[in-house]
């Protein structure tokens, strides 16, 4: 193979979702500012989405390309639109010939693959190439979720609604049955997903992690001690986006103006603003929607709102907007100039890093949860799905900078969704979270010493700087060489 100076070739395939395929192509431009030389694989269409911060990170000297795995254009389509809306559970399958011919064909050091490419292990195992799993969790919920299977306290639960605390953990975390996933609620009937998706960790050569350690060191030891993961944290992973380009364009181009957004925040008093997103995937029913509209009015603070798509039942998109907003509500936020609605994608970071954003409603997807914590900003947890849950209680619980809407029900990505929360709830979390209250006050600073720790981890000397460098030395020492 290679000659000894030679950088490390790494190999990257993202999953072809939003809050799984932006972290993954940041992690490339990571390993490639640490000296590797970093290749994202991908379909030609959705290239297009992270096509041009890969081109900056080139024009500035990195080593990093994207190689793209030619199929078909309906097939292409198919897998996602590139609308940032793949759920977990698109089939990738038809991927794989391209990708083996591929990887046979170069051999790289090592390939960083995504989970939820449930296929990708055993394919890569085949070809004795080294793997890396990426599975776009941080390590509290993996050690949440890996001891709700093993000691299993929701099924001596009484009822649906009846905390229970999950053992074996270095903090108490309490749970509810009705905010666990459903395939771990009722494993018989829906065939238990993570049985299904395998342990990609099992014979694989470790985990990136999109975490740092200062964030969760009892469960990053956790995570690699008890439950036996040899782990590189390299997060938050969003912060190598340095250049207002990378952020305005990150997982797409928002779909607004940045600066009718900037000037918004422009014309607000520091930290007034609250700022509103159910992440890539959100799928709230118009009657929530609704409820949160209401909630906001009545707390009559500052905010923006990242609504995203809106549907009424699975894959029909509702155009009419009378059935989600009370009647004049557009009207009179704009007249105040109180709040800013975004359809579509929002540049997210650079919205979050603003000085006048002073907290975030989010849905507790790891990625903006990690954003938020980068911008030292108490968040208001709404978690929905996924691990969402366990992400809430440890922003709430563990970490003491969120405060909880009051969501109970975990739902599945094809449930019908409906109006879970309703609007005096948004309206005491919005009002308790923005006051200066010294509840809120405590959060607040404990947020922005968060925050630094977070941008102390990434630069030199850094705790996430130094598991990336660790890895590519790792990678380097067990490289086979030609003689
Ligand atoms: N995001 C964004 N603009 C949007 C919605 C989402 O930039 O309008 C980004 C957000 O910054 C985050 C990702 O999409 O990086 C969502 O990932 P997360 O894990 O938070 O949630 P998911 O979408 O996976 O539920």
Not at 37 to 45: G, L, M, R
Not at 231 to 243: D, F, I, K
Request: proline letters at 6%; glycine letters at 8%; a negative charge.
């Amino acid at each position: 193979m290679d000659s000894k100076s030679s950088p490390v070739e790494i190999f990257f395939f993202p999953y072809v979702g939003g809050g799984h395929q932006i972290p993954m192509i940041d992690i490339a431009r990571i390993f490639a500012s640490h000296g590797a030389k970093s290749t994202v694989i991908t379909t030609p269409k959705h290239a297009l989405s992270f096509q041009k911060s890969i081109n900056r990170d080139q024009a500035s000297g990195l080593s990093v390309s994207i190689k793209t795995l030619h199929l078909p254009d309906d097939i292409d389509i198919d897998i996602a639109d590139t609308d940032m809306s793949a759920s977990p559970h698109t089939d990738t399958s038809m991927l794989q010939e391209p990708l083996k011919a591929l990887l046979a064909e170069h051999k790289p050091d090592c390939i960083v693959h995504d989970a939820f490419h449930r296929w990708s292990a055993e394919a890569i195992n085949s070809l004795g190439i080294p793997r890396l799993v990426f599975n776009g969790n941080g390590c509290f919920s993996r050690c949440v979720m890996e001891n709700l299977g093993k000691y299993k306290p929701h099924e001596k639960a009484s009822s649906d609604y009846e905390p229970f605390v999950v053992p074996g953990l270095p903090d108490r975390v309490e749970l509810t049955k009705s905010q666990l996933p459903i395939m771990i609620r009722q494993p018989q009937q829906h065939g238990f997903v993570p049985k299904k998706m395998g342990k990609p960790e099992v014979n694989s050569f470790g985990v990136v992690v999109n975490s740092f350690y200062e964030l969760e060191p009892a469960y990053v030891e956790y995570f690699k001690k008890e439950m036996g993961n040899k782990a590189w944290l390299v997060g938050p992973v969003s912060l190598c986006n340095r250049n207002v380009e990378d952020k305005a364009e990150r997982g797409k181009k928002a779909t607004v103006d940045e600066q009718q957004v900037l000037s918004f925040l422009d014309s607000k008093e520091p930290s007034s603003v609250l700022y509103i997103s159910f992440g890539s995937l959100a799928r709230l029913a118009p009657e929530q929607l609704l409820e949160i509209a209401y909630g906001l009015e009545a707390s009559n603070h500052p905010f923006i709102w990242a609504v995203g798509k809106i549907f009424r039942s699975a894959g029909k998109e509702i155009e009419n907007e009378e059935t989600w907003l009370p009647s004049g509500f557009e009207e009179r936020i704009r007249e105040s100039k109180r709040g800013l609605i975004i359809r579509g994608w929002a540049p997210q970071l650079l919205i979050l890093e603003h000085p006048a954003v002073g907290g975030f409603l989010t849905h507790c997807g790891w990625n903006s949860t990690l954003e938020g914590v980068c911008a030292g900003l108490p968040m208001i947890t709404w978690p929905i799905t996924a691990e969402q849950f366990s992400n809430e209680k440890l922003i709430a619980d563990v970490l003491k900078i969120g405060m909880k809407v009051g969501s109970m029900h975990w739902v599945s990505w094809s449930t019908e969704p409906w109006a879970a929360v309703g609007r005096d709830k948004v309206d005491m979390a919005v009002k308790r979270l923005m006051s200066g209250d010294e509840e809120a006050v405590e959060m607040r600073r404990r947020a922005r010493e968060l925050g630094e720790k977070a941008k102390r981890a990434v630069e030199g000397g850094g705790s996430s700087y130094m598991d990336a460098d660790a890895l590519i030395q790792e990678l380097k020492s067990v490289r086979k060489y030609e003689s």
